[in-house]
T-cell receptor
Framework: SQTIHQWPATLVQPVGSPLSLECTVEGTSNPNLYWYRQAAGRGLQLLFY??????ISSEVPQNLSASRPQDRQFILSSKKLLLSDSGFYLCAWSTGTSGDTQYFGPGTRLTVL | GQQVMQIPQYQHVQEGEDFTTYCNSS?????IQWYKQRPGGHPVFLIQ?????EVKKQKRLTFQFGEAKKNSSLHITATQTTDVGTYFC??????????????FGQGTILTVHP
């Protein structure tokens, strides 16, 4: 069966510090991968999605970046965090067929102070 | 670009009352999916609707997809405290090449008072 992992679960970082969040998927090949951000009590904002290794599409201009160094690994990064980067970061995967269900990881709760 | 609006944003009900959330897309959808996020948790897939006018049921939950494939609803009969959470609809635009990229509604936060 397929599983998705995200770490860390929680993170508190000072403004201006770098960020690296990792997401890995097991049990499937060539998944579509997604990074979302959710502010407290709000909806899901799609940040990046990837249909293959090295292929990243950015949805929202910001100081975040994403990379996919391996088929089932998706990394969200920042060189310098802003206060507004605080939120709940969710990674998700779907199969290669368009419109399939998205399966979410447990998320990383990031607080920037 | 495609927009998916969901109402209401919040709903407070007494246990045993019914609950409905509505979802409207600015464009025709290929399919619509519904997710539930428990407080502190992550979104979990509930169901997918594909056909025009489709109705699906899961126990006390009834999901409908509009004839024009631009709107959908989720109705919960006789809510229970276990129904608490945020319900999201998510649509895939028809005819697009979005590689499975869903557009999520803002969600409806349901509170159930015992």
């Amino acid at each position: 069966s397929q599983t998705i992992h995200q770490w860390p679960a929680t993170l508190v970082q000072p403004v201006g510090s770098p960020l690296s969040l990792e997401c890995t998927v097991e049990g499937t090949s060539n998944p579509n991968l997604y990074w979302y951000r959710q502010a407290a009590g709000r909806g899901l904002q799609l940040l990046f999605y990837s249909v293959g290794i090295g292929q990243i599409s950015s949805e929202v201009p910001q100081n975040l970046s994403a990379s996919r160094p391996q088929d089932r690994q998706f990394i969200l990064s920042s060189k310098k965090l802003l206060l507004s980067d605080s939120g709940f970061y969710l990674c998700a995967w779907s199969t290669g067929t368009s419109g399939d269900t998205q399966y979410f990881g447990p998320g990383t709760r990031l607080t920037v102070l | 670009g495609q927009q998916v609006m969901q109402i209401p944003q919040y709903q407070h009900v007494q246990e045993g009352e019914d609950f409905t959330t509505y979802c409207n897309s600015s464009t025709t959808l290929s399919n619509i999916q519904w997710y539930k996020q428990r407080p502190g948790g992550h979104p979990v897939f509930l169901i997918q609707l594909v056909k025009s006018g489709e109705v699906k049921k899961q126990k006390r939950l009834t999901f409908q997809f509009g004839e024009a494939k631009k709107n959908s609803s989720l109705h919960i009969t006789a809510t229970q405290t276990t129904d608490v959470g945020t319900y999201f609809c998510a649509g895939l635009e028809a005819g697009g090449t979005s590689y499975g990229k869903l557009t999520f509604g803002q969600g409806t936060i349901l509170t159930v008072h015992p």
